[in-house]
């Protein structure tokens, strides 16, 4: 109590800063005797004392506060009436009762005013005050008000006035009509389609969205009815919302007569101006449509923007493809060349239609570059062995490599055309790098005995990339025979193609103990790519021999080498590499250093502990950091266990 006294005269000191802390405070200690002196700053010119006052009366509430905020609704100055309207909204149901008294009062705007704060109450009884404005009183802004406070309160009680009100003029329909979209009472339904007949084409066209919104399948049959004697735009307005109510599927339980006449509908609708329109037309026509349909989608997808409407055109893909094989598509396919043409191409790969891949094939040589990718992406899905011929034609004939590898990958990962096989070894030596990749790939998919003797060849090439691809090549090949080849690589004079041969070696015969020693002699290879190669392929082991190795490669004359040997030792919780990793945190390398201690905080154990613990203090703030890092991580782990 003498808290609040004091409290109450810093409130009325004038003093800003004390006045400021004050009205906090009142709120923090629930001082409600200070309640109307918080009122009263509500008008200061200070924004400071008046934000202050604002936050304590939210806190106090109660019935003292609404009453107290109550009269500066009538302010005359506009920064004053919202902040009171803000407070009401929030602490108003606490006094349900002045609120109610004011909505009968003699200015209209603080009937409006107190509409507006009962839609904030969250109280059913809200309901009846705002029913009886709505209907009665002689401002329309004050029934415009009490329609959307009731929409914002969203009780169904609230349903049968507003349906009343959609008598009213113009302006408050607006208001009714979305209330009744929230509150979706079934009431409303019949009331809403009853009032298409006496209101503007803008409220009538607000209806069936309100309609379209509230989803109630009872709507369906009134909207049906009423199409034929309604206008295009209203009529198009319609369709969607039936098309929302029913979605896709329900749209074939129509009858025969109303799907007919329903689908003329969809024709009509999707070529009107507004998107929401088209994209309900585009799904209804996927279920009802047929291959006029399939043009009207198609016509519309190609309009549309590819970056700014991918979703819309994804749908319209969806539903050309739940309409089926329609020669809408192949027409489009042989006339144009663009956006059109590439969805047509998009929902034929997805029909796995014989007749639609034949036409695929047959518009292939007549198209632009972009379409003939389009063409054989689709193809590579959804074409067989039959088409074999058709893509060795391509290999032959184009010079594209997007198409290319689209080709090759059809001959061999998808059908492995034996047949094929000159073909695709002939591209290892194509001028792009990456259709060259592809073409190994294939070549190696249909891999046989003649497929091995082309290697072969290439293997005694003087071109160093042929003999790379032969390397890799016959280590992907599976075949044991290879290692003496893979053997013989290791001392080829080209670094890269001894990584290779690494690589393929143990690719071929990595979980066979014979193949240590090998890789043991190419630790002491000359060049350090070669020796990460092998420390790289060491790691992906899970022999244990290969556990001396990598520490071998702990005293490798390279960094990186030794690097990489210390994150494989660390992958396998090596403890027996601690005392080789230790001696490397005293590296000048301070990259090196770093590494050494994730190694060590990775392996865990006392004695990386310790080692790491001295260099928490270390001077260089990366290596502190780092130790610091690694010991929490021992720590943890030794937590866990």
């Not at 009968?104 to 809200?126: H, K, Y």
């Not at 389609?193 to 399948?217: C, K, P, Q, W, Y």
């Not at 198209?367 to 893509?391: C, M």
Request: glycine share 6%; aromatic share 4%; net charge negative.
């Amino acid at each position: 109590m003498a808290e609040c006294q004091s409290i109450f005269t810093q409130l009325s000191s004038g003093q800003t800063e004390l006045v400021r802390e004050a009205a906090y405070n009142a709120g923090e200690s629930r001082c409600e005797e200070s309640v109307p002196l918080l009122a009263g700053l509500l008008r200061s010119k200070n924004i400071g004392i008046q934000e202050a006052a604002e936050v304590a009366l939210r806190k106090l509430g109660g019935a003292s506060t609404v009453r107290s905020v109550l009269p500066l609704l009538r302010s005359d100055e506009a920064p004053v009436r919202n902040v009171a309207m803000d407070i009401l909204r929030s602490v108003g149901d606490q006094d349900f009762e002045s609120l109610v008294t004011i909505l009968r009062d003699d200015d209209a705007d603080i009937r409006i005013f107190a509409a507006d704060i009962l839609g904030s109450t969250r109280n059913v009884l809200a309901v009846a005050p705002l029913c009886d404005a709505l209907l009665k009183d002689p401002e329309v802004n004050v029934r415009y008000q009490a329609a959307v406070s009731l929409g914002d309160l969203a009780f169904h009680e609230g349903a049968r006035c507003l349906n009343r009100a959609l008598e009213d003029e113009e302006w408050v329909q607006f208001a009714v009509i979305e209330a009744l979209a929230k509150i979706k009472d079934d009431t409303s339904v019949g009331a809403l389609v009853l009032a298409l007949n006496r209101t503007s084409d803008l409220v009538a066209s607000m209806i069936v969205d309100a309609l379209g919104e509230m989803g109630n399948i009872k709507a369906v049959n009134l909207l049906l009815r009423r199409m034929d004697a309604s206008p295009t735009a209203l009529r198009n307005k319609i369709v969607k919302a039936v098309v929302k109510i029913l979605g896709g599927k329900s749209l074939a339980l129509l009858t025969e007569k109303e799907r007919e006449k329903f689908r003329d509908y969809l024709l009509v609708a999707i070529r009107d101006e507004d998107v929401e329109i088209q994209d309900a037309a585009i799904h209804g026509l996927g279920y009802l449509g047929n291959d006029a349909a399939a043009v009207e989608i198609l016509d519309l997808a190609g309009k549309m923007n590819p970056e700014l409407d991918r979703e819309r055109i994804l749908h319209a893909i969806d539903m050309l493809v739940a309409i089926g094989p329609s020669p809408a598509l192949i027409q489009v396919l042989n006339q144009d060349d663009g956006q059109k043409a590439t969805v047509a191409v998009e929902v034929m790969a997805r029909l796995k239609d014989n007749t639609l891949n034949q036409a695929l094939m047959q518009a292939f040589w007549a198209k632009g570059r972009d379409i003939q990718r389009e063409i054989v992406s689709a193809l590579l899905r959804v074409g067989g062995p039959e088409d074999t011929l058709f893509f060795m034609d391509i290999l032959d004939r184009h010079n594209d490599g997007t198409v290319l590898k689209g080709a090759i990958a059809f001959l061999g990962m998808k059908v492995k055309a034996q047949q094929a096989g000159d073909k695709l070894f002939g591209l290892l030596d194509h001028p792009y790098d990456d259709v060259k990749e592809a073409a190994l790939e294939a070549c190696l998919a249909i891999f046989d005995s003649s497929m091995r003797e082309r290697f072969e060849d290439f293997f005694r090439s003087e071109n160093p990339v042929h003999r790379l691809m032969a390397v890799y090549a016959l280590g992907k090949s599976g075949d044991m025979t290879s290692k003496t080849r893979i053997e013989e690589a290791l001392g080829d004079e080209v670094p890269d193609v001894r990584k290779v041969a690494v690589e393929a070696l143990v690719t071929l015969c990595g979980s066979d103990e014979s193949v240590l020693p090998v890789l043991a002699g190419v630790l002491s290879d000359e060049v350090p790519e070669v020796r990460m190669a092998v420390v790289e392929e060491l790691g992906k082991m899970a022999l244990n021999g290969a556990v001396p190795l990598l520490m071998q490669g702990l005293d490798d004359g390279n960094d990186w080498v030794r690097i990489r040997s210390m994150e494989a030792l660390a992958e396998r919780k090596e403890t027996s590499a601690i005392p080789l990793v230790i001696p490397l945190l005293h590296s000048e390398n301070t990259l090196l250093v770093i590494k050494s201690i994730a190694c060590l905080g990775e392996i865990g154990g006392r004695a990386a502990f310790r080692a790491l613990l001295e260099l928490t203090s270390h001077d260089d703030p990366q290596i502190q950091s780092a130790a610091a890092e690694a010991v929490a991580m021992i720590q943890d782990q030794e937590e866990v266990r």
